[in-house]
Each structure stands twice: as structure tokens, then as C-alpha cells.
């Protein structure tokens, strides 16, 4: 039987003496696209965030690729090499960095934090922007990008170093009915044979277009 990409045992967060996540339990097998689905502040975006190393946890663990997280305090950044190239996000703002072209902000992180050389970063940026649709705006700077293509960029920069585990924090709150079927359909083709997806959306149209399960959050545990 093939291991999951994401097993979450246990999970409790706190923040301010408030329970957040109540003891969550999930699997996420490799090539399914599983979206958390549940009314604003019920803890999606936590979920995602505590599985990507940014947020710490009170309880319970989280494995991607082989490679677990503890409870207690965010481990250094010293320790978290294996772990940062089996995870990526891309949040719902995008956050690009806005003095940096589209192609070097795929690049920065595969030339300074993995050690690609210059020319091995580049074709792996206009790779993924040919496949995304956007190899046309490469030079562009993020405020010359529409919503749609500012968010194929972030896509791009969190499959430049190959996640087995890509999560993607409402990424359809900025665009239009038209462009969510054609998101949906980007995503679904993003899974593969050794990568999952977890998605947090309050989008049920957007979920049921493009997930293969969908969980549904409630006062912090599975429902």
C-alpha cells in the first residue's frame, strides 16, 4: 500500500489561550487534490500553514514525505531543509515580491536556498510558465500582472524545486466565475504520480470542480 504524502495525527493549535484545531486527523495520497472546506476562521488556512512549518502546534504530528514535525516551537530554519523541498504554498495574496520580476521570483529561491546555478533556474522558470500559460509575461513585475496570472506565477515559483505536497490557500478568491473553471482545471493537472494537493476554499463550485475529496471544517475538527 503506498504511503500518504500528508498524514496529520492528532493536530491541536492554540493561539491566545483559544483552541483553533481541535484534533484533526487527515491523509493526503499521492496524485489526490483534497480541499478543506468550512466557514471563515473555522482553521483552514491554519491547517495549511501549520503543515507548511510556518505556524506551530500544540499537539498531535505532521508527516510529509517521510519527514515529521514535532509540537512545541517552529524548529530553525537550519532544520528544515528536507522538509522545505518536500512542501510549497501559495497563498491567497500571491505574495510576490514586487521589486522582482516574474521569472526572478521563481528563480531567487533556487539559486540562493538550493543552489542552482543561474542558467538551470531559468529554464526551469520559463518551463513552468510555458505549462502555466504565462511565458509571455516573464519580465513582467507583479503589479503589471492580472489576478490570474500573478497567481500562475506563485503557482510556478512553488513547483520550481518539485513539492511532493503543493497547498494553495483560496485560489480562487480574486477571480471572476469564468476564470475558476479554468483554475480548477490547472489544479486537478497538477497532482501527479508523486505530488499531492491540499487546498483550503470556501468555494463548493471550485471544490467540486477539482477536488477528489473534499473535508469540511467545523469548531476545529473534521465533520
Same mark, same amino acid.
Not at 491523509?27 to 483534497?34: I, K, L, R, S
Not at 517552529?74 to 501559495?90: A, D, I
Given at each position: +500500500? /503506498?504511503?500518504?504524502?500528508?498524514?496529520?495525527?492528532?493536530?491541536?493549535?492554540?493561539?491566545?489561550?483559544?483552541?483553533?484545531?481541535?484534533?484533526?486527523?487527515?491523509?493526503?495520497?499521492?496524485?489526490?487534490?483534497?480541499?478543506?472546506?468550512?466557514?471563515?476562521?473555522?482553521?483552514? /488556512?491554519?491547517?495549511?500553514?501549520?503543515?507548511?512549518?510556518?505556524?506551530?502546534?500544540?499537539? &498531535?504530528?505532521?508527516?510529509?514525505?517521510?519527514?515529521?514535525?514535532?509540537?512545541?516551537?517552529?524548529?530553525?530554519?537550519?532544520?528544515?531543509?528536507?522538509?522545505?523541498?518536500?512542501?510549497?504554498?501559495?497563498?491567497?495574496?500571491?505574495?510576490?515580491?514586487?521589486?522582482?520580476?516574474?521569472?526572478?521570483?521563481?528563480?531567487?529561491?533556487?539559486?540562493?536556498?538550493?543552489?542552482?546555478?543561474?542558467?538551470?533556474?531559468?529554464?526551469?522558470?520559463?518551463?513552468?510558465?510555458?505549462?502555466?500559460?504565462?511565458?509571455?509575461?516573464?519580465?513582467?513585475?507583479?503589479?503589471?500582472?492580472?489576478?490570474?496570472?500573478?497567481?500562475?506565477?506563485?503557482?510556478?515559483?512553488?513547483?520550481?524545486?518539485?513539492?511532493?505536497?503543493?497547498?494553495?490557500?483560496?485560489?480562487?478568491?480574486?477571480?471572476?466565475?469564468?476564470?475558476?473553471?479554468?483554475?480548477?482545471? +490547472?489544479?486537478?493537472?497538477?497532482? &501527479?504520480?508523486?505530488?499531492?494537493?491540499?487546498?483550503?476554499?470556501?468555494?463548493?463550485?471550485?471544490?467540486?470542480?477539482?477536488?477528489?475529496?473534499?473535508?469540511?471544517?467545523?469548531?476545529?475538527?473534521?465533520?
Amino acid at each position: +500500500m /503506498t504511503a500518504p504524502t500528508l498524514s496529520i495525527r492528532g493536530l491541536r493549535v492554540e493561539r491566545g489561550g483559544r483552541q483553533i484545531i481541535s484534533g484533526v486527523d487527515l491523509d493526503v495520497a499521492p496524485g489526490e487534490v483534497c480541499a478543506l472546506m468550512g466557514v471563515s476562521g473555522v482553521g483552514k /488556512t491554519t491547517i495549511l500553514r501549520v503543515v507548511a512549518a510556518l505556524e506551530p502546534f500544540s499537539a &498531535g504530528s505532521v508527516v510529509v514525505g517521510g519527514v515529521r514535525l514535532e509540537p512545541g516551537p517552529l524548529p530553525p530554519q537550519s532544520r528544515l531543509g528536507r522538509f522545505r523541498t518536500n512542501v510549497e504554498m501559495v497563498f491567497q495574496g500571491h505574495a510576490l515580491f514586487e521589486h522582482l520580476s516574474a521569472s526572478d521570483n521563481v528563480t531567487l529561491a533556487l539559486e540562493h536556498v538550493l543552489g542552482w546555478d543561474g542558467e538551470r533556474a531559468r529554464s526551469r522558470a520559463v518551463e513552468l510558465f510555458e505549462s502555466l500559460g504565462v511565458g509571455h509575461r516573464a519580465d513582467a513585475l507583479p503589479r503589471d500582472l492580472s489576478g490570474g496570472e500573478a497567481q500562475r506565477v506563485a503557482i510556478a515559483r512553488a513547483l520550481a524545486p518539485d513539492p511532493v505536497l503543493l497547498l494553495l490557500d483560496e485560489p480562487t478568491s480574486a477571480l471572476d466565475s469564468a476564470r475558476r473553471s479554468a483554475v480548477a482545471e +490547472m489544479v486537478r493537472s497538477l497532482a &501527479g504520480a508523486r505530488r499531492a494537493l491540499l487546498i483550503s476554499t470556501h468555494d463548493e463550485e471550485f471544490a467540486q470542480a477539482c477536488a477528489h475529496r473534499v473535508i469540511r471544517l467545523d469548531g476545529g475538527v473534521i465533520v
